[in-house]
DNA sequence: ATGACGGAGCGTCTCCGA
């Protein structure tokens, strides 16, 4: 079975690339970030000419997530228990499904901004709901696992110079700390392999030729518990994706169990 | 070439992303 995760940065403009990659990396579940797009505007049918079925969950404008399977769809669950909003709204930033015997997550974390603005506390909280999601998800007794956009660099090899990143959000230890929370309830890093250089960046900024300069950011993650990582034979960030016209400035992680 | 921001929306600019 073969499970991936890709922050597309909006729907629309990436779907002749999303529907290339499902024919070559033949997926049988993919967990999608930043739709960009309202539930009723996923192209559902175009997936499905595919043969995946599709969960999504969107707002509009910002955020977005969903699930697409081939190996079976039920009991989805939109957004966390708990889950704060942030001014007033409610954003569309976790759908969950069992998959082929697997309960998966696909989860888009809020970004920050910047430590003194108020979506760094929303992402904080935002990340106590899914730490409390996710304790009451394994009380289901499926093999389980959290893919997405985490918005965190675990540990300061996570990003190309951490010199950069003083004073700024996504390695700060209160959020490295919200992983390690999710860590305490028997969730463990799935670590991919790069397919060049030496380190598994997973996101590039657009500017400034990051990408072709390698500087980069792992900041999606796959979280799985015990049964799941165990069960891992492979796992690789696809920086393939990453490259040519109009890229997601994310790149997808794919992960090759053997249940 | 991997190649030097891009997406969305009451929109020729601003917000957002990380």
């Known amino acids: 079975m073969r499970i991936a995760t890709w922050n597309v940065n909006s729907i629309g403009p990436r779907l002749p690339r999303v529907l290339d990659w499902l024919g070559s990396a033949q997926p049988d579940v993919l967990c999608l970030q930043e739709l960009k797009s309202g539930t009723d505007a996923f192209p559902f049918d175009a997936v499905k000419e595919l043969g995946y079925e ?43 499904a069992t998959c082929g015997g697997l309960r998966l997550w696909s989860v888009y974390v809020p970004n920050g901004r910047d430590l003194e603005n108020p979506h760094y506390g929303y992402k904080l909280a935002w990340l106590s709901a899914l730490e409390a999601t996710v304790r009451e998800e394994q009380a289901r007794g499926l093999p389980f696992a959290v893919l997405g956009d985490f918005n965190i660099a675990p540990t300061d090899a996570d990003v190309w110079d951490i010199g950069v990143f003083a004073e700024s959000t996504h390695v700060t230890e209160p ?16 670590f991919p392999r790069p397919l060049k250089y030496d380190h598994p960046f997973t996101y590039w900024d657009y500017r400034a030729g990051n990408f072709p300069n390698n500087k980069g950011m792992r900041i999606d993650l796959v979280y799985a518990d015990a049964v799941v ?3 891992v034979t492979d796992s690789y960030v696809d920086r393939e994706a990453r490259k040519g016209k109009g890229p997601s400035d994310h790149a997808p992680i794919v992960v090759d169990l053997s249940l």
């Open 54 to 96: 599709t969960a999504a969950y969107g707002i509009g404008r910002w955020n977005g997530v969903a699930i697409l399977s081939r190996v079976g769809l039920e009991d989805v669950t939109r957004g966390l228990t708990g889950e704060p909003t942030f001014e007033d709204k409610t954003d569309a930033r976790a759908i969950g």
């Open 175 to 190: 959020e490295r700390k919200a992983l390690a929370a999710l860590r305490d309830l028997g969730l463990s890093d799935v």
């Open 229 to 231: 990582a165990g069960a």
